[in-house]
């Protein structure tokens, strides 16, 4: 998985390759197939594979629990940068007073 790329998208390539290689009579088993999918995550979600790989039986987990965990915590990671950005805007403009009290700053044309 590489850094920029979705989820979704991933996924989708990530099982194109599986189902390849079950075309090509290849056995792939689904603990396989969960050890791979794990490995094969980026950074990003370096969290969520270490709670599952230290807290779930890999032997006996199936690939859709898996899928809904890392899914869950990829909107969660979301829902977080939304609320930095937005965060980041009220930060910039936390200095700019309006109405009475002083503008901070410069603004071309004003006096003072």
Do not use: C, P
Not at 5 to 33: C, P, Q, W
Not at 57 to 82: C, G, N, Q, T
């Amino acid at each position: 998985m590489t850094d920029g790329e979705s989820l979704d998208s991933y996924l989708a390539r990530f099982f194109g390759t599986v189902n390849n290689l079950k075309s090509l009579g290849e056995d792939v088993s689904e603990t396989r197939i969960v050890q791979k999918l794990l490995m094969s995550l980026s950074r990003r979600y370096k969290s969520i594979v270490s709670i599952i790989e230290e807290t779930r039986d890999l032997d006996v987990l199936r690939v859709e629990e898996v899928i809904a965990s890392v899914k869950v915590y990829d909107k969660r990671e979301d829902l977080h940068d939304e609320i930095d950005k937005l965060a980041g805007t009220e930060r910039a403009f936390s200095s700019l007073k309006v109405g009475n009290t002083q503008v901070h700053g410069t603004h071309k044309g004003s006096q003072k």
